[in-house]
């Protein structure tokens, strides 16, 4: 069980309640509990960065390249586009058709010294503000993209996806927590009542094992996207 899952315990009178349904927790995000993801994760996360725009290293060169994200209008027709430009001159672009304002995330979420990125692109006319993600490195062949798929944890009795398809996604992140970087995902349960479920995975080269499941209320009304997610535009 990670650290702040502990906080709500310790401020349950003065702060908030936790329901228990099996094995899973229902939090709500607090003052107090804010103050500490913020403090342990953004103490810990030096090589992760996030923005339109943003310099890291994504070849193993050493060297840190710009990596970046626009969103393209042409006439009827809206698409994000990633983009990396090299120490050369070369540029690397990829396409996503029907999203509309984006951000980046970068941060070795393979532990293999080199940078991946995490594109969050979110829906054009989507009512809840949902969107998707994907997970990127650069190959030989240029942007590509890691597999969505999960793998269940036995440990966890909550129902877990079984890729990315499945979630309806309002944000994703990269933190680094328990000495490894992990990809975090926001997913919408209950709009009406303010509610996601925060998915945190770690990478294997058969997916993504899903460590830890949570349900949060208040996450529009708290300020969810820079408490969990450590974003702040």
């Known amino acids: 069980m990670r650290n702040w899952k502990i906080v709500s315990f310790l401020f349950i009178i003065a702060f908030g309640t936790v329901i228990l349904s099996g094995c899973s927790e229902k939090n709500s995000i607090s003052s107090a509990k804010q103050d500490m993801v913020i403090d ?3 103490s810990e996360q030096n090589d992760i960065n996030y923005g339109i725009e943003i310099q890291a290293d994504i070849n193993g060169d050493s060297v840190a390249e710009k990596v970046y994200v626009k969103d393209v209008v042409n006439d009827d027709y809206a698409f994000t586009q990633i983009g990396a430009e090299f120490e050369n001159g070369e540029i690397e672009l990829k396409d996503y058709p029907d999203y509309w304002s984006s951000y980046l995330m970068t941060g070795d979420l393979t532990e293999d ?5 995490l594109l969050m692109r979110f829906a054009i006319g989507s009512t ?5 993600f994907s997970v990127l490195y650069m190959s030989e062949n240029g942007w590509t993209e890691y597999p969505n798929t999960f ?24 933190i680094y ?8 995902i926001i997913s919408m349960a209950d709009y009406l009542n303010d509610t996601v479920e925060c998915i945190d995975c770690s990478y294997s080269q058969q997916g993504w094992l899903i ?4 349900l949060i209320e208040g996450y529009f009304e708290k300020n969810g996207d820079e408490i969990l997610l450590g974003i702040t535009f």
């Open 40 to 42: 342990k994760e953004s």
């Open 113 to 117: 010294g080199t940078a991946d990125v």
């Open 128 to 132: 809840y503000r949902g969107g998707e």
């Open 151 to 174: 793998i269940s944890n036995p440990m966890l009795t909550t129902k877990q996806p079984e890729n990315f398809d499945e979630l309806s996604c309002i944000g994703a992140s990269i």
């Open 177 to 184: 927590e328990d000495n490894k970087h992990l990809l975090r």
């Open 211 to 214: 460590e830890d499941i949570q």
